[in-house]
């Protein structure tokens, strides 16, 4: 493991090396729950498809990166869209990624892409969301109930400092009220970058607006829905989600060469 300093905080990270020239770098961005060793394997099985270098991190608050300054407001997405994640690109000299999110990192990774239409290669988003559901709402309160009585603390610890905080985290920040008007839906027409969103047909949290909304209103969008499979695409159906992303990287390599 590797750290990236970014305004005053040591980031954990991996780097991953490109196997193939002219190829983007992948970075990925996890998970409310998630964090670099959440993804197991899933980046490295990527990058070897791709061809692509990676970048896996945790956000501060997750795995081993610095815990969260001040508490969550509903801004967080933003913040890290904005502020965290171009300063660690700038800061790692990484131009043009192509950003694979996982439902919060799929936020984040809508976001940055439409603040900065022209810096991004690509974006792959897995359950991401644009507005709050009824249906997330119940999952989330099903899973804090989860969470007192089953061995969830024990198996999140495996990847956090603090696993308390980062599920209270992300628990009570989307079931506060203040919460209840998020929606970045007015954001996605301002994404140029060829985009696939991944959402599987079981989403616990989800219902299938979250991806069809960004077909609605972005210009170039690839939609994949994905049969017995939850919230977690790279963990129920990751041969599916790696060729779909082999595709992705093919036709940006064809763009930049044609």
Avoid at 4 to 21: D, H, N, P, T, Y
Avoid at 208 to 226: F, S, Y
């Amino acid at each position: 493991m590797s750290e990236v300093v970014v305004a005053g905080q040591a980031l954990e990270c991996r780097f991953i090396a490109a196997s193939r020239a002219q190829r983007p770098t992948l970075v990925f961005l996890h998970e409310a729950l998630g964090s670099l060793s959440a993804w197991r394997d899933f980046p490295a099985r990527v990058a070897q498809a791709t061809g692509c270098g990676a970048l896996v991190w945790s956000r501060p608050g997750h795995g081993h990166s610095p815990p969260l300054p001040l508490p969550r407001t509903p801004r967080y997405l933003h913040d890290e869209a904005l502020v965290r994640l171009p300063a660690l690109l700038a800061a790692l000299a990484i131009a043009r990624p192509l950003l694979v999110g996982h439902s919060d990192g799929g936020s984040i990774a809508l976001l940055h892409a439409a603040a900065t239409p022209q810096d991004v290669a690509g974006v792959v988003v897995l359950a991401p969301h644009e507005f709050v559901e009824a249906k997330a709402l119940a999952g989330i309160r099903r899973a804090g109930e989860l969470f007192a009585c089953s061995d969830w603390r024990r198996r999140l610890a495996r990847h956090h400092r603090d696993a308390e905080a980062v599920f209270r985290s992300w628990h009570d920040t989307w079931l506060a009220p203040e919460f209840a008007d998020w929606d970045i839906t007015g954001c996605l027409p301002a994404i140029r970058c060829p985009l696939l969103a991944i959402q599987g047909e079981d989403d616990e949290y989800a219902t299938m607006r979250q991806i069809e909304c960004i077909a609605d209103a972005a210009p170039d969008v690839t939609l994949l829905k994905l049969a017995h499979c939850g919230h977690s695409p790279q963990r129920d159906q990751p041969e599916a989600v790696i060729e779909a992303i082999v595709r992705l990287v093919e036709r940006l390599g064809s763009s930049q060469t044609g």
